[in-house]
Nanobody, 122 residues
Framework: VQLQACGGGLVQAGGSLRLSCAVS????????MAWFRQTPRKERELVAR????????DYADSVKGRFTISRDNAKSTVYLQMNSLKPEDTAVHYC????????????????WGQGTLVTVSS
């Protein structure tokens, strides 16, 4: 299974970006998918996750109301729509797949994308 993330870039505070993560593999539709982010000063943290059916989502408090995670199982792709971006959202964002669970910890995620940098200027 391979994950390919894209969509990062430089944006002004208040702006929007949409990240995409394309997943190769036959059983994408059964995975929990998530976006994490990391800065040099902080450990990798969960931003948002979505269950295989797409009906259940969960967000970090810091992004609730601003970010939306979604998935298209037919395209084997997960998205992160980021609105009202803040400078503190600046980080490398990673997509990840959990084959069997609904975890919040990085240690339970089996597959990772390469990361895409989001930079929000003030």
């Amino acid at each position: 299974v391979q994950l390919q993330a894209c969509g990062g870039g430089l944006v002004q505070a208040g702006g929007s970006l949409r990240l995409s993560c394309a997943v190769s593999g036959r059983t994408f539709s059964s995975y929990t998918m998530a976006w994490f982010r990391q800065t040099p000063r902080k450990e990798r943290e969960l931003v948002a996750r979505i269950r295989w059916s797409g009906g259940i989502t969960d967000y970090a408090d810091s992004v609730k109301g601003r970010f939306t995670i979604s998935r298209d199982n037919a395209k084997s792709t997960v998205y992160l729509q980021m609105n009202s971006l803040k400078p503190e959202d600046t980080a490398v964002h990673y997509c990840a797949a959990d084959r069997t669970g609904w975890s919040t910890t990085i240690y339970d995620y089996d597959f990772w994308g390469q990361g895409t940098l989001v930079t929000v200027s003030s």
